[in-house]
């Protein structure tokens, strides 16, 4: 018993008791019967068992029978009056996502139905019909969106059924005849007795939509690159995009509608701005946010689940739930409804918004869907033109989204990272640049859409039709608030690791003062760069150019006395020399001979790891290797492609013998071991483990469809070299002897292979 709640100050009678539990311990059966045994020890009526983010609420009647109680009563409310409010009576809430939270638990543990999808879209429908409810009950009047002690399951069902009836009837557009209520008596009891309290309609918007998250981010369909979209992401694109209160939206691929929302909830303080400078009333404050939503929010989603989730969404934080249409974006404006027809037309939006599906399973076929599109054509090595079998989804979403947009029109996008980058993908940039103003560019990081999509995306703003501006604004996020099990990650002052609050705090200062940052920030996230260079690299991810790490680090350096020297002014000095790995065997050959292959696991505390499973016979070994790429000892190995790995580095010792080497990983041999810096092999092995070395590896790392990748940007990295003789000295011995330790368990290792035919080591 950890809680006891008196009737009064006296302290003479206890009303009800609370049992904690800690909120990873599922409640249980032995845990309700040891509240009960609290209960009967302190004869009291009432008592509660919780763990954080479950509750059950417990009755105990005068026959000394326990039942569960829908709700627990207010102040000065009496067990009999649980339930039966009048309109007047609702309270408005600041806690209504825990509340969500809660009653998610309680379905999956306790309701008829457990499926995500389905749980969505009855909270939907009881969503829907509390705020028809709300809306038209009589102010003195018991809402119909309750339950009582005195009624069965049965009466429960019965009344929301009704009230559903005629909220159908209400919001016929966004539900169907086939809608129905699914959830049981005993389900409703348990949800609505936790909700029935609360004006929903009162609940700022900011509030209900975090709540309504709680449903919608475990029911979207990850398998079919529908995922929710953080609301951080949404903000921080809204803010570069620059909203006004006249502009008219789309959404070409709305899912659940977060963008949409976002984008009415900025219009929305931008007339309440307006309004109290003109005097406006609430009531009309009211009325022209609602005007502008029904005449200038629009969405398209071709999933029927996700179209009728981002309608309801709309309906229930306000509306625009009339501007949603179901569709295929990518087909053919003449395939589509009529309606739509008459209310989404190209060539007519001032803003786009959208993440649009990505993946390899997604594809886009047919000859005339595909036709429409630029992009969907490529050129063969004669100059002709045809027609792709099968287009690319995200490609395709970007041309059309273009599409759209008047001239002058402006897109935030949000695209995997490899259209930013890629040679593979420099049509879409080529097309993005012809004819278009690329205004900002957002890098966010790679567990942004984590643990749904493993993608490393960037978001884009691009004003159609309008010249290339001098200088491209960019922005690195290199923490989003949560890690890749979507776990909320904190700094040392407990507050949330996100960098996106002060990207968009920058955005807005840059925008208020030409473009120009007026306050120190401890690190700069917003940058300018040149157009014109990043057309010539062909390179748009911005932590390519973000400048302020390597001033952080070049300061750094320069505190401790320590020179900082790029790899390409070491092989340009043919100091040093590379060149990439042999090549893969066949699979199954692994662990069908006595030559080691080395991948990029193997690369592991500097020394290359000899895994016995994938030994593969010589045969298969001199059809990779070459005698130009015969490893010496004191070649370094380099992690140059992997998930995790890149820049992970290993030297090649006397005692390794013969091995073949993964494409993957690049070999820098040192070719002048007499060179006016004074570099060892050891030395350079310890430079490019060095934190400096790995803080500028993030930033030229580039994320292909199945791998990330440095490609040759290992070159530009600066290693440290102390400028302090002693110091510099004092490292190579250390680093020196620290590889002669490893090189010496080595050469007992393969000594004891040779006169006692040691095998698995």
């Known amino acids: ?124 429908i009881l969503l829907l019909c509390k705020v028809f409810d709300e809306k038209f009950t009589k102010i003195t009047d018991k809402c119909e969106f309750r339950v009582s002690l005195s009624d069965t399951d049965d009466d429960v069902y019965n009344r929301i059924n009704q009230l559903f009836t005629k909220t159908k009837n209400l919001y016929s557009d966004v539900l169907t005849d086939t809608d129905k209520i699914e959830f049981d008596g005993k389900t409703l009891r348990g949800i609505i007795g936790k909700i029935q309290s609360f004006k929903i309609m009162d609940t700022e918007r900011d509030i209900m939509a975090d709540a309504f998250e709680v449903f919608i981010d475990k029911s979207v369909k990850e398998s079919e690159g529908q995922f929710f979209t953080p609301r951080n992401v949404i903000n921080t694109i809204i803010a570069a995009i620059d909203i006004k209160d006249t502009d008219k939206i789309i959404d070409s691929a709305c899912g659940s509608g977060g963008f949409l929302v976002e984008a009415l909830k900025t219009v929305e303080t931008i007339i309440d701005k307006k309004g109290n400078e003109y005097g406006w009333n609430e009531a009309t404050k009211l009325a022209q946010w609602q005007s502008y939503a029904i005449k200038n929010i629009r969405g398209l989603e071709k999933d029927p689940f996700l179209a009728k989730l981002s309608k309801s969404y709309m309906a229930i934080l306000g509306d625009g739930k009339g501007g949603i249409y179901r569709e295929d974006t990518l087909d053919l404006p003449q395939n589509w409804q009529q309606q739509t027809q008459n209310e989404i037309k190209l060539d007519s939006f001032d803003i786009l918004l959208a993440n649009p599906p990505f993946g390899k399973n997604i594809k886009v076929e047919g000859k005339d869907k595909l036709s429409q599109y630029t992009l969907a054509k490529k050129i063969d090595s004669k100059g002709k033109q045809t027609l792709v079998k099968t287009g690319n989804v995200s490609t395709l979403f970007l041309e059309r989204n273009l599409q759209f947009l008047r001239k002058g029109g402006k897109m935030g996008i949000i695209l995997p990272e490899p259209y930013f980058a890629l040679k593979s993908y420099i049509n879409c940039m080529d097309f993005i640049f012809n004819g278009n103003n690329v205004m900002w560019v957002i890098d966010l990081p790679q567990n942004t859409f984590r643990p749904h999509n493993n993608a490393k995306c960037c978001a884009i703003i691009i004003e159609k039709g309008k010249p290339q501006q001098e200088y491209i604004n960019m922005a690195v996020a290199e923490y989003i608030g949560h890690d890749h099990q979507g776990k909320a990650i904190y700094n040392a002052d407990k507050t949330v690791k996100d960098d996106t609050p002060q990207i968009i705090k920058e955005i807005l200062e840059r925008r208020e003062n030409n473009g120009e940052l007026k306050s120190n920030y401890k690190k700069t996230l917003t940058f300018k760069v040149k157009a014109s260079d990043v057309i010539e690299k062909h390179i748009l991810v911005p932590r390519f150019y973000w400048k302020t790490k390597l001033d952080l680090i070049e300061q750094d350096a320069k505190n401790k006395n320590i020179n900082l020297i790029s790899l390409k002014t070491l092989i340009d000095d043919e100091i040093v020399e590379s060149f990439s790995g042999h090549g893969s065997p066949k699979g199954e050959l692994k662990g069908e001979g006595d030559i080691p292959y080395i991948r990029v696991k193997d690369i592991v505390n500097w020394q290359p790891y000899i895994d016995i499973t994938s030994l593969i016979p010589r045969d298969e070994y001199e059809k990779h290797f070459s005698s130009k790429k015969a490893l010496k000892a004191k070649d370094i190995l380099y992690v140059s492609r992997g998930s995790y790995r890149i820049g992970s580095v290993a030297m090649v010792s006397p005692y390794d013998g ?104």
């Open 1 to 124: 018993m950890d809680i006891v709640v008196y009737e009064d100050s006296s302290k003479t009678k206890i009303k009800m008791i609370v049992e904690c539990k800690k909120p990873d311990i599922k409640l249980s059966a032995s845990d309700q019967r040891q509240l009960e045994n609290y209960m009967n020890l302190s004869d009291v009526e009432i008592g509660v068992l919780f763990n954080g983010n479950n509750s059950i609420y417990l009755h105990r009647n005068k026959q000394n029978q326990f039942e569960e109680i829908p709700a627990i009563p207010r102040y000065g409310e009496k067990l009999s009056e649980i339930g039966l409010f009048t309109k007047d009576q609702l309270k408005k809430t600041h806690n209504l996502k825990s509340i969500f939270n809660e009653i998610r638990g309680w379905i999956v543990a306790n309701g008829n139905i457990t499926r995500d999808e389905t749980i969505a879209s009855q909270m939907i």
């Open 658 to 761: 013969e091995m073949l080497l993964t494409r993957e990983i690049v070999v820098i041999r040192m070719k002048k071991l007499d060179n006016k810096y004074g570099l060892t092999p050891e030395y350079l092995l310890y430079a490019l483990s060095h934190k400096y070395v790995w803080e500028q590896t993030e930033n030229k790392v580039f994320y292909e469809p199945c791998l990330p990748n440095i490609d040759d940007r290992w070159k530009e990295i600066m290693i440290p070299i102390p400028n302090d003789k002693k110091t510099f000295q004092d490292i190579k011995n250390r680093v020196e002897n620290a590889i002669k330790n490893q090189w010496k368990s080595k050469e007992d290792i393969k000594t004891l292979k040779e006169d006692f035919d040691v095998f698995m080591v």
